[in-house]
């Protein structure tokens, strides 16, 4: 099994989608194995964003991302990297696919709802920015032998 990490960003708190957002994870069968809110300061924004430091929209990604806090969320599943990056639909929500969280709920490249790891390694460090060990739980979820076949579950 994979975990990533996912924020649900400040545009989503803020229209009070966040429970709406956390609902298309729960359902696809994501088990949660850690949940907190965070008010992102400049220090963590620069480090989370480090890979657009030298883009012109830089500075506007800090200032809305710490507008309100966020809800970080670090998801277990098969393939949880890829199937949480797919399942939020690509970046700008306009393009973003019906049945996506972007592509339902959103109509910006900014304000579009949701953050999520792009590979395992990212997955790893962004977990570990977000999260002390004693905040992330090890349990089984009842239901694994009807989410997954015996193969995929071991
Ligand atoms: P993603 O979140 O889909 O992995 P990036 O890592 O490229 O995308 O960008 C991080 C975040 O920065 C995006 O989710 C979005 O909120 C914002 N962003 C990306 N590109 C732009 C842009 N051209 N203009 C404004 N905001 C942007």
Do not use: W
């Not at 965070?38 to 030298?54: G, T």
């Amino acid at each position: 099994m994979e975990r990533t990490l996912i924020l649900i960003k400040p545009d989503a708190i803020a229209r009070g989608l966040a429970g709406r957002v956390l609902s298309y994870f729960e359902a696809k069968g994501l088990k949660i194995a850690g949940i907190k809110m965070v008010q992102l300061d400049e220090a963590l924004l620069k480090e989370h964003y480090a890979h657009l430091a030298d883009k012109p929209f830089f500075p506007d990604i800090c200032e809305f991302m710490g507008r309100l806090p966020v809800i970080a969320l670090c998801l277990e599943g098969l393939e949880a990297v890829e199937v949480c990056r797919r399942l939020c639909g690509v970046t700008n929500s306009r393009q973003a696919a019906p049945g996506t969280i972007r592509g339902d709920l959103g109509l910006s490249m900014q304000a579009n709802l949701v953050h999520a790891s792009d590979s395992v390694e990212t997955a790893r460090v962004e977990i570990a920015r977000f999260f002390r060990e004693d905040e992330l739980f090890d349990y089984q979820p009842p239901l694994l032998a009807y989410q997954y076949a015996r193969d995929e579950r071991e």
